[in-house]
């Protein structure tokens, strides 16, 4: 690659300096806590460009990338397609406050994929579609209460901020300062992987139908069965949190790949093509509650993007059986390639696997729920993201993260990644 201009310029600056600018302006140098390095230590870098399965930091350092934007990338950063649809979408004006076409198309595309969404609406994040579906769950029943799991993540809004996993637990917070107890009064916190009892309080219960942020811990035979009866017994209504496992799993997501089907359905990352977006949806009856059609207020000036909706119409274009198929074998080769890393070196580790997401757990048995999910051995964790990252390949700076390979991950990628883990392996075991 030939430096243009840009570049140049961007090579006058360091990681290190950058991020000491960044933290006299921005809290922590970051704009979201994992990125700042903290549980792993040393300076995050500042990415230049991404290309496929690699990023480059303004350094001019490139790493095979197991990031991807914590999952909101699937097909490889700077897709052709996906760079083409915000491009030419761009052209035509970044946002207007009403309705355009591509709004109705992406709630098709969602809704064919995922029928149990008969209705969704599009919003910027996921954290708003979580936050979203459970006011609408409790403006439908009626009912105060919520029930989520320890070590599930489902954003930051006040409600759902306790035992949150990934940064909170790399930061040993269960719940964050600023949020009441009036806040939190009516979520109820029970044990993933254990159907808990419900009563007539309970407006809904909100999991994540595999949880991939507390590492990887997937859903226990009947764990998600049982949630469904239980739901049903007392009337409360069930949410999947698809924000990671939507369109990444499967094409219809975790709830075609175990069968179950929840009344409502939170998604995001990836339906956004890497741009900021989130979507909730469900049943007609339960989705027709919201205001213009019903009593619970919800809303976005920026909801339904021009830009988001084209990118993420392109990502789910590139997203057919085939792609699941090929990307859930590499994750076994990215699984195995660990396996054998850690073997070879004498160090025991647990790789869980499902589908086509991958978790990385120092211990010996793999974890059920977040109480053993956070027995793993983060020093562990941090000196083998160290060795890694020295060997050209990024992970996410937190043990409690898991690693997205995608269409981007080719055998060549894949071996790279193996020869890197090896020896990162066998470097953590001479320490
Ligand atoms: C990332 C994530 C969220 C929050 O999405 P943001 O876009 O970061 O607000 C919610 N739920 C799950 C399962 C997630 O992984």
Known sequence: MSPNFSTIELMTQTNESLFERGQRVIPGGVNSPVRAFRSVGGTPYFVASGSGARVTDIEGTTFLDLVQSYGAIIAGH?????????????????????????????????NERVPSCEKLRMVNSGTEATMSAIRVARGATGRPKILKFAGNYHGHSDGLLVSGGTAMASLGIPASAGVTDNAIADTVVAPYNVVPTLDETFAAVIVEPCAANMGLVPPAPGFLEGLRSECDRVGALL????????????????????????????????????????????RAEIMDNLAPLGPVYQAGTLSGNPLATAAGLAALSLLDDDAYALIESRAECLAGAFVNAFGAAGISVCVPRFATLVGLFFGDTPPTDYVSACTTDEALYAAFFHELLDRGVAIAPGAYEVMFPGLAHNDEVLTAISDAARAAAIAVASH
Do not use: M, W
């Open 78 to 110: 700077a897709h052709p397609k996906i760079i083409e649809a915000i491009q030419k979408a761009a052209v035509d004006g970044t946002s207007f406050g009403a309705p355009t076409p591509r709004e109705v198309e992406l709630a098709e595309a969602i």
């Open 239 to 282: 949410i999947f949190d698809e924000v990671i496992t939507g369109f990444r799993v499967a094409r219809g997501g975790a709830q075609q790949l175990l069968g179950v089907t929840p009344d409502l359905t939170a998604f995001g990352k990836i339906i956004g093509g890497g741009l900021p977006v989130g979507a909730f949806g469900g």
